[in-house]
């Protein structure tokens, strides 16, 4: 049976691993191999790298890295951030990321995510979405999100359930989605917008934003046809290994890899 | 001692095989490589058809599509040097798109023919409610070979495709997965193995299936 897969999401500048990170034990926490290797031992089922780094240096360092995380760790893994061009997905999937994801780019030029389907295969292609709730408060039975690239900071007036159908049609082979409602919050997954997705796309869509708690996960599953949760602080932070999400979850009934 | 260790070296070097990564721009050679080393193994990654011959091993890896991955197979003047080796009764490993390559057509080509050394073709899963396609994460394999010695039934492989292989003979199946319906996830035809999730993937159920590839030798 295919299982439910529990996805550290660590943020990369420069080449090194950021947001307070706190592993006991490490070396060297800034170091991504490093943290990628406790990941690794603690059984996540994937790893997604999001390269936040601004300077122009960038894609050699990204590159690199991806070399030096293949090199150590033999489980699969999605480098994202700033990818441009097709030069940039080909650089990335040779240097050994299993997938790659598309936010801002995918938006401005569609064409780029139906190109790189056809020439490496849709199941590399991941497309990033990033919503906010815009529901009209005089009509709350209808909601709505809209897309933001550019890490959030520019709206599109893109409809995210439009342009994650869209997105699939164009030959995403898995949609990584993002609630900025939620993200950061420890509230738990935005279960409104998961399911709205996940239900309309045939392909798998990635939970992301807002995992505080053991029960958010478990919500997400039950209550959504989500793939996989993806969650950044409550692992960083250490309040729950990797393993603790899974074990609880198979108590629940849920299929994951243990 | 000293001596000794000396003359030891070269000796050892030689009596190891040498698997050939066919490097034929498909992605992620890298990982397989990686992979096939930390298991001990000595690897080439190459695209040259002497080179290729002059292994003992090959290791097709691959990801994307059908009909590109034959057209540079072709163009690469790769298709008889795979064909001979295989004929040689040498060791030859497909992984994903290079497993589906082995068999003879695809419902994802248009324009070619696959390798035709295994008989059967490769299929599109159907995409339903409760059924995602690609088949993304990690599944659990049924193993029914003593090629997957040590490994368990149940063990749990990373698999990230949307085509899988249908063999016309079901005794080249050597494991199967079920995804809406059950299908052979690794086949095997004397020297000839392929499997459609990534052992370079899989941690260490993975790597100990490379292990026992590469001891084939």
């Known amino acids: ?258 | 001692m000293i001596p000794a260790v000396k003359v030891f070296l070269p000796l050892r070097v030689l009596l190891i095989s040498m698997i050939a990564i066919i490097d034929y721009g498909m992605g992620n050679i890298h990982s397989v490589n990686k992979a096939l080393e930390v298991c001990g193994a000595r690897t080439l990654v190459t695209n040259k058809p002497e080179v290729i011959r002059s292994c003992d091993m090959i290791v097709l890896p691959g990801v994307g599509a059908f009909d590109d991955a034959m057209q540079e197979l072709e163009k690469l003047g790769l298709v008889s040097v795979i064909k001979e080796h295989i004929l040689a009764q040498k060791p030859f490993l497909g992984i994903c798109l290079g497993m589906q390559l082995l068999f003879e057509t695809s419902e994802e080509a248009k324009l070619t023919k696959g390798l035709g050394i295994l008989k059967g073709k490769v299929r599109r899963f159907e995409a339903r409610k409760d059924l995602k396609v690609p088949h993304m994460g990690w599944n659990s394999i049924k193993v029914a070979s003593p090629f997957f010695k040590g490994i368990a039934d149940g063990s749990f492989v990373y698999f990230c495709h949307s085509y899988y292989p249908e063999p016309k003979e079901k005794s080249v199946i050597v494991a199967t997965c079920n995804y809406g319906i059950d299908f052979a996830c690794a086949v095997a035809q004397n020297n000839v193995f392929g499997m459609q999730f990534h052992p370079e993937k899989s941690q260490k159920v993975g790597l100990r299936m490379l292990e026992s590839f590469i001891k084939l030798c």
């Not at chain 1, 599109?156 to 030959?171: E, H, I, P, Q, Y």
């Not at chain 1, 039950?222 to 729950?240: R, V």
């Open chain 1, 1 to 258: 049976m295919l299982t439910k897969r529990i996805i550290p999401c660590l943020d990369i500048k420069e080449g090194r691993v950021v947001k307070g990170v706190k592993f006991l034990g490490l070396r060297d926490a800034g170091d991504p191999v490093e943290v990628a290797k406790v990941y690794d031992a603690q059984e996540a089922d994937e790893l997604v790298f999001l390269d936040i780094t601004a300077s122009f240096e960038k894609r050699r360092i990204l590159v690199d890295l991806v070399e030096k995380i293949a090199k150590n760790i033999f489980m699969p893994f999605t480098v994202g951030g700033g990818v441009n061009d097709i030069g940039d997905i080909r650089n990335l999937l040779n240097a050994g990321a299993e997938k790659v994801s598309i936010n801002t780019q995918a938006v401005k030029f569609p064409e780029l995510v139906t190109e790189a389907s056809e020439r490496f295969g849709s199941q590399c292609i991941v497309v990033a979405i990033d919503a906010k709730d815009i529901t009209d408060p005089d009509n709350p039975e209808h909601l709505k999100w809209e897309v933001f690239i550019n890490g959030g900071r520019t709206p599109t007036g893109l409809d995210a359930l439009d342009w994650a159908k869209k997105a699939a049609k164009l030959g995403a082979g898995e949609i990584l989605l993002t609630s900025m409602d939620f993200d950061g919050t420890k509230d738990g997954y935005d279960i409104a917008l998961t399911k709205t997705i996940s239900e309309a796309v045939s392909i798998p869509v990635i939970a992301s934003g807002g995992a505080g708690k053991l029960e958010h996960f478990w919500d997400c599953f039950s209550k959504t046809q989500a793939s996989a949760c993806l969650a950044a602080s409550i692992f960083h932070y250490q309040e729950y290994t990797v393993k603790d999400v899974k074990t609880y979850l198979q108590l629940k009934g849920v299929a994951v890899r243990l």
